[in-house]
Structures are given as C-alpha cells and as structure tokens.
C-alpha cells in the first residue's frame, strides 16, 4: 500500500536532517581515503556509463539515512505504480507512460482498451517508415527531388530534447556513416528565429515537422504559417514539405496539410517527450530510425536499473536523494550541469526544463502548501568553456552550488592531435578531473584572494563514448533523478500550471482588453 | 578622498536592511497605482532603450535608502576613479580601461608614456582597415578568392561576448546590407568542437581570428594547431589565413604566422573585451567596421549616463542597488535574464560569465573574507522559449528569482505576419508584458494547484529596436551595474584567481603527476 506523504513528515528525514553538515570533504577527499572513497562510491549505470558520487558530501552514515528514506517515501514502489500506469499525475488526471515509448518495459498498460505499448511502438514504427522511404527517394519534393533538411517547428519539449539529443549525436552520426539530413529548429514566436531559419535553409530541400500535443500551441501554429507563407512564397507546396506530430484528438491529427502524422498522447508529457515521436520524428529523419532504436535502447536500460529498491545499486534514485540532501538539509539553491562534451552544449537547457518545470512547485501532490523547499535553479554550459566564465563563482563565491559533471574517455568526430605530450581529449578529461579536485579540496595560500575553501561538491558520470546508447542511458537517469525527487517532496512533477496565466494574459494585451500596469506596458511595447 | 568599505560597515545598508519585505508587489502593481508605477519607475536609456523598475519590490522609501547608500559608498565617485586610470584591479595591480575602447570618454589615460586612448583607437583603426581589405578582395586568400567566413578562436571572454554580439547582429545586419561574412567560433578544447566547425565550413575561404591576450591559453593554441593542421591537411598554408588579436608582449605578436596582429593590454580584461578588438576584429569582419563603430558609439553613451551621481537618473547604478537590495536584504539567491528577442539567444551566457566571473568573490578588495553574500547565480535563455520550460519554477517554486526581462518593440529580419489579428512581433511584446503581471500580482484560485502567490518581481529594458547602438547601450548597461554592485560589495570585481587551481592540477594529471583521488579520477577517464 503506498502512502504519499510530504517529506517534513518522515521520520527518516529527522535523521536526515541532523547530519546537515557532517562531512568535512576537502578531509574526506585528501589522500589515499580520497582514491578509496572514488573505487567505492560508484554506481554502475546502462551502457557502460557510472555514476560517481566520491566528490558528494556524504558518507556511511549519510548514505544509510538516505537508503532509510528512500524506504519510508517508497520511492521505488512509487515508479513501479507509475509503470503500471497508476494515475501519477493527479492534477490533471493522468497515467505517464513515457517509459512505455522506450518499449522495452516488460509489462504494458492498457487505456480505454487500447495497449498503449503497441500504440507507442506502432507509432515509431510509422515515423522509421516515413524516415526510410525519405532517405531512399520515395518521399521528395514535388520535383522528384531528395530532402536534405528537416526542421522541427515546436516549443519547450518539442523543441529542447529533440535540439539537444540531434547536437548530442550529429558529430557521431557523421563520423558513423549514418548521418542522413540536417536538422534545424525553430521555436520562438519572436519572427527573427522563424527568419532567421528560412534564410538559412534550401527550403525546396526542406522537411519540415510541426510538433503540438494539442495542436493548439501559439508560438508553434504561428510558426507554421509562417513557414507555410514562405513555402508558398518559393512557389511550393507546403502540403508536400510537412508531417505534424500531434496527439489523435488534435485538429492537426487528420489534415490534408501534411504528408503524414504521427501520434503521441496526454500520458507523454512535452518535457518526457524526446523518446516518443516528438524526438522520434526529428531523430530518425536525421541520423535513421536505428540509431533512434538504439537510443530508445539505452534509455530502456536504464529505466530498468532505476527499479532496484537499493539506492546503492540504482543511480538515479541516489542521484535524487543526494540531491534532496543538498537542498533541504544543506539548504543550497541551485545546481549546475556540467557536461565536458561540446555534443552536450544544449542538454543543460533540457535538463533545466526537465527539472525546473517538473519539480518548481509550492503544493504538494494534494495541493497543499508544503513547508520545505522543492525544485531548484538548474543552469549549465560545457566545460571546459565553463571554466572560463563563472567557475569563478562556484569556486570562490559566498554560496555553495552542488556540481553535476559528466565526462566520456573517447571524443565522437575522430579528429585529434597530440600537443605537448598529450591530445585535446585527453587535456579535455585532465580538466574534468582536476576541477572535482579543486572544488573536493581547494587549496590554502597566504594570499587571501588566491585561497579556496573547497568543500564544494560534484557528482561526475563518466562514460567511453557519448553514442545514442549512452544519450538515451543520461537522459533517463536524469528523467528518473527527477521523478524520485518529486515524490521525495510529495510533487505532482507532471504538470504545469505555472505556465497558464502568463498565456491568458498574454491573450488579453492582444485583444486589447486590460487596464492598470498591463496596459501600461502594452503601451510601452506599442502593441 | 575615496574610502573603500564593506557593505555591512556602511549605516546605509543598516537602514536598508530595516526595509526588507517591506513592497506588497501585487497590491502596489493593482489597478490603476500600478499604471502610476509603470509611467514613474523608468529612466532613460541610450539609443532610445528605458530601464522600467515599476514591477520590482520597491517604493520611494526603499528608493531614498537606494540613494543614501550610493552616496555613502561613493559609487560614481568609484566609477569616476576608474575612469581615470586608478588601479581599481587591486588583486593584479591593474588599471580598468574597457571603457576607454569606447574611445568616447572625454579624458585619457597615460600609461608609461602611451596614451592608452590612443593605443585603442589605433589598433581598431588598423582592425577595421584589414576588414575592410579583406571586404575589397585585397586581402585574399592564396589563389586570388576573396574569404567568405571568419572564425574566431578563443575562449571565455575571447568567445561569450563576441559570440553573443554576432548572433545578436546577424539578422539585423542581413536585413540592412551590411552582411558582409558568416562567423563561426571554436572555444572548447574538446576537439569536437573544432572539428564539428572544421566539417561545416570551406577552409579554403575562412579566415581564423586567433584571440589570446597572454598568446598562452592552453583551449586557444591547441585549436590553432588543430586549424593549422586541417589547413595544412587541405593544401592551404596557415599563415595567409590566421590573424592574432592578443598582446604586444605575447609570443603572438611579431610572428609571421599571421597575416595581422591587433593588439589588447592588461588593462581590458577578457570578459570586458568584447568592445576592444576581441570583438572588433570578427565584428567588424564580419559586418563591416562602421557597424563596430555604431556599436561603440551605443556603449559609449551608456557609460556616460553611468557617471549620473543621481542613482534615480542613472540605470546601470539603479539596477546595481535594487539588485543589491535583492541579494543582501531579501537575501534571494539568483536571477535570470530574460531577452524576449531571439537575437539575444547568448547574451545571457555573456552575462553569466560577466556577473559571476567578476562578484564570484569571498573576499573583499583587501583579501579579508566578507560577511554578506556576494555574486549570485545567473541564467536564462530567450522568451518566449523560457516560458514552455523553466518559468514553472519562477511562477510556483519555492524561491523567489527576480527576474530581468529585455524587449524591443520592432523585430530585426522584417519577415512578419498578421495571424489572427495580431503579428508575431505583437505576440511576443503581449507576452513579455503578460509575464511581467503574473510573476508581479500572481491570480487566486480556488484550486492551489492553479494559484499564483506573485509577489515575484522583475525589471525590463525595453528598446524600439536591437541595432548596434542599442546592443552597445545594453553591454555597457550590464558591464556597469556589475561594476557599481562589485563597489557595493567592497570587491576587486576584475580578477578570476578562481579559474587557476583547476588549471594547475590539470597540468598535474597531463604530466602524471598525481596522487590519491586525483590520481583514481585520473584513471577512471583513461589518462
């Protein structure tokens, strides 16, 4: 029988709490227990990935508390009941099935008498299809001729997972023979982004995939006419140069306007979105739908490890409970992803998505105020680019920021040099390594201004290769991180009802109903 | 006679900390007091921009205690010091002369007998004069054909501005004939980075800007060699395709690797480069050097308004003291910038570095340890993208973010249209006025879940246009309020001995030269 509870009322987080402060880390990290603490406290992940959590300020006695929580909140009888497709998503009512998407869980889950696992596949099945035939010639223009573009047209979840998961894998895709068009993306309701795109692009090359759940979305059906006017424009037809992804109730989902559709559904959340067809259809038309299976793949894998009820063993559900350590008994605002791989440039902004949206919330799952803080700010750019920006914060400034870096032994173009002894790789992973080091340690000096306190904590996931099977591995563990701390904190994390009164008002400057300070600045803004 | 103090010393921020919590921000923001506060709380701006404050938590008390502690701390005065060349950089015993590659200011700084205004000036004159041989096909590649890409290498400072500078030029400078080359950039010394840039361009045509100010940076001369090698690899002979822009005391300054060499000193610092030729040469490579100069002439005017004593008239010295406020009484731990403008994709990643790199700091401009909090997390990404992902957390998390938004009222591409009733460009206004009304005055809601507490507060700057004298205002607007919060703060805010630990050990890793866990991380990624 599982209880949800808020996470002030656990007796496993009293103790908790009463180690605020216990691990001295530049101690803890110095020396040979520093070389122990890095063999032992790791975590196997899905292809061939680790979590590495030597550099947390935990211990024993930290990490058996946080086990006793994990126990208390039931947090792994809580993910099955989400796989079993219990109504996790109380506020608006829901299943979240995005696991069912990978197709790998052994089980499925049947809505309305329709087995959403086979609904989920046969969907992807259509997007490799459609994928397949463009690549062989079947699908082209109206001149007979190739697609060489495709362009995602969708905003927050249609938009940051896809962009990041195609950045993740084009240097890959390139140098494994199985990159197949370019992908570009547009997202803002600002006309410059749209703009800016069409100008870039061969548009009688181009395919271009509108994304809305809905099919409602007023940054992306604006984006559509836009589009389709500049098709049009070009003396094309728009009808040949669109597939929608939408869910089947969506005005878009029987359209002659485009080529093809292909579904996914209320239970697939826009931020949970990248496994389903909304990364699908990008994905497959730009590298092939068996790198997107492959992808598909590691995340499957990784979404079964995060079902072991021993926090030691499932990376995930440690990540999250270090985490609700760092912010509700270390009281630290925010956390910074990390990632030395320039293919990660953009995951960092959908893990902000993930992590903000799902779990920046005031009430609980019952919609009662909870008494403790939730989800934190989540911001990150790539090292070692970081490095040279605000590291200097996160070593030397007034406020601890926990630290989330991620790190591969190989590179992914094929391309290096050996300068001074050693290859960018090399001095890439030199860096990464080193600067756990420095925020574990720090260093005294006599000069005030050049001494570091250390005590700054970091997680690192090391991996061989960034490959779709690695992508897919990060992108659950990150999903699941996210999940087992909602329900840490007694969260719905799958809605988003933050982002409702902003459009509403949004709609009335438009129509030019508001009064007072709104239309003060409408007026400002010469709207 | 100028006195440097700790914030928690002044009897200002005594009867500033008495004001906390003292706006209800959704009451003041109601109704037609609300509309007073929008007309009343906003200062001009150069190039026609205005920064409105109306929805921050503030009101004529809190203002006057603003003012009390602007004079107190001698803030203009400080800022005047600077300008008249006084070793403001304590740490490095350096002058901060950025403002003087504005080349506006009245006076000039004389510094062993080189009149450093001078010295800019003559080394973007000679800048400008090689972009525009390049432009008139003077300067050429080795078989005759003019160059038609620029790609800067460089990092940190030598990478974020610039970057966030071309990007947001780019559509405005395609749609008013003065594109005159497409720029890329390699930062990273992940050698996907360069390698992704080198697959993507035609090095036959490109033209490399090699920026290190020391001629020494590990990321900046690995990728030249990379570049050197694949011009090399591609026939071409490196030196009649690289230019340096760097020191005159670097290795790089006399060499005949390069076709040019543009000249910085010690007293501009990386991540206030982007007005010196760091950001002169591609700028001006890249549209042409009368644009560079517009961009000048905006900064310029900026940093004149910056010497206003009176902070009510003064926006980069408003917007430091309200956010000082912020930080050290409402004790509200980051913040996010938010350009509803699509052109200004990266410049809240310029930011970043700019804030956290310069008040990440400790300890005060004495190197004693200070006891108040200093620099603060920064992040954002352009609206309205923020609004389908992170905003959930601004609206109903637990922490308060104050927020500055950024708009302009015209669009740059001049590609719009008219989609129910109003354009995309309105639509992107409408919101960033909706957003601003909901975090400030929140809406009530039986169901909690729906419910917006406010009280979430927010500043805008708001321009007619982003132009390069409007981009120039906006850069020297942020350089200055960084500057004014580092004085509050009793900060040296133009050193970043944060950035050498890492650096130093990971030399040690590169030279196997460790042990303990330095030695086991090390390992652990292969090196």
Redesign the interface.
Same mark, same amino acid.
């Given at each position: 029988m599982i209880s949800w509870k808020n996470l002030d009322t656990l007796q496993a987080f009293e103790g908790l709490s009463a180690l605020k402060d216990r691990v001295n880390l530049p101690a803890a990290?110095?020396?040979?227990?520093?070389?122990a603490?890095?063999?032992k406290y790791s975590v196997p992940m899905a292809a061939g990935l680790c979590y590495?959590y030597?550099?947390k300020a935990v211990d024993d006695e930290v990490l058996a508390a946080l086990c006793a929580l994990a126990k208390e909140a039931q947090l792994t009888e809580k993910y099955e009941a989400l796989l079993n497709g219990e109504v996790i998503n109380t506020?608006e009512k829901r299943r979240v099935l995005h696991q069912l998407t990978r197709g790998q869980q052994a089980g499925s889950v049947v809505v309305d008498g329709v087995d959403k696992r086979e609904f989920y596949l046969a969907q992807q099945k259509k997007a490799a299809e459609f994928a397949n035939r463009v690549h062989a010639g079947e699908i082209t223009n109206a001149a007979g001729e190739k697609f060489t573009t495709v362009v995602q047209i969708g905003?927050?979840?249609s938009?940051?997972g896809p962009r990041a998961m195609y950045l993740a894998l084009?240097?890959w895709a390139?140098q494994n023979g199985c990159f197949k068009m370019e992908a570009r993306f547009i997202?803002?309701?600002?006309?410059?982004?749209?703009?800016?795109v069409?100008?870039g692009i061969d548009m009688a090359h181009s395919l271009f995939v509108l994304v809305s759940k809905s099919g409602t979305t007023?940054?992306t059906?604006?984006?559509e006419?836009?589009v389709k006017?500049?098709l049009k424009d070009a003396g094309l037809d728009p009808s040949r140069h669109m597939v929608a992804v939408t869910s089947e109730t969506s005005p878009l989902a029987k359209s002659s306007d485009y080529l093809a559709a292909f579904f996914m559904d209320d239970y697939i959340g826009?931020?949970y979105s990248s496994t389903s067809c909304v990364g699908g259809a990008v994905l497959s038309l730009a590298f092939g739908p068996e790198v997107f299976q492959r992808f598909l793949d590691g995340a499957a894998q990784e979404d079964a490890l995060a079902k072991e009820p021993d926090p030691l063993k499932n990376p995930a559900l440690l990540d999250a409970l270090i985490g609700v350590y760092e912010r509700n008994v270390q009281l630290w605002?925010?956390t910074a992803v990390l990632p030395?791989?320039?293919?990660l440039s953009r995951f960092p902004?959908h893990l902000?998505?993930l992590d903000?949206?799902?779990?920046?919330?005031?009430?609980n799952r019952f919609?009662? *105020?909870?008494d =403790?803080?939730?989800?934190?700010?989540?911001?990150g750019? *790539?090292?070692?680019?970081g490095?040279?920006?605000? =590291?200097?914060?996160?070593?030397?400034?007034?406020?601890i920021?926990p630290l989330q870096f991620v790190?591969f032994?190989k590179?992914?173009?094929?391309?290096?040099?050996d300068?001074q002894?050693?290859?960018?790789?090399?001095?890439?992973?030199?860096?990464?390594?080193?600067?756990?080091?420095?925020f574990?340690c720090?260093?005294e000096d006599e000069? *005030?201004?050049?001494a570091?306190?250390g005590g700054r904590p970091s997680s690192?996931i090391?991996g061989d290769q960034l490959t779709p099977e690695s992508l897919g591995a990060l992108l659950s563990h990150f999903e699941n991180k996210v999940m087992f701390q909602g329900y840490c904190w007694n969260l719905?994390s799958f809605?988003?009802?933050?982002?409702?009164?902003?459009?509403?008002?949004?709609?009335?400057?438009?129509a030019h109903d508001t009064?007072?300070?709104?239309?003060? =600045?409408?007026e400002?803004?010469?709207?």
């Open positions: 990290m110095a020396g040979e227990g520093g070389a603490r890095v063999a590495n030597a550099a506020g905003i927050g979840g938009d940051l084009e240097q390139k997202s803002n309701v600002d006309p410059d982004d749209a703009a800016g069409i100008k007023l940054e059906l604006t984006n006419t836009f006017n500049a826009g931020r605002p925010a030395y791989s320039q293919a902004a902000q998505q903000m949206e799902s779990n920046g919330k005031s009430v919609g009662e *105020p909870v =403790y803080v939730t989800g934190q700010v989540i911001f750019e *790539p090292g070692t680019n490095q040279h920006s605000f =590291y200097q914060l996160l070593h030397q400034g007034t406020d920021v790190g032994r590179n992914q173009a094929g391309m290096d040099l300068i002894g050693s290859t960018s790789q090399q001095k890439l992973c030199a860096n990464v390594a080193a600067q756990i080091m420095a574990a720090g260093k000069n *005030p201004n050049k570091f306190a690192i090391i719905n809605d988003q009802e933050g982002v409702q009164l902003g459009k509403v008002l949004a709609k009335r400057v438009l009064d007072g300070a709104l239309k003060a =600045y409408a400002l803004l010469d709207i």
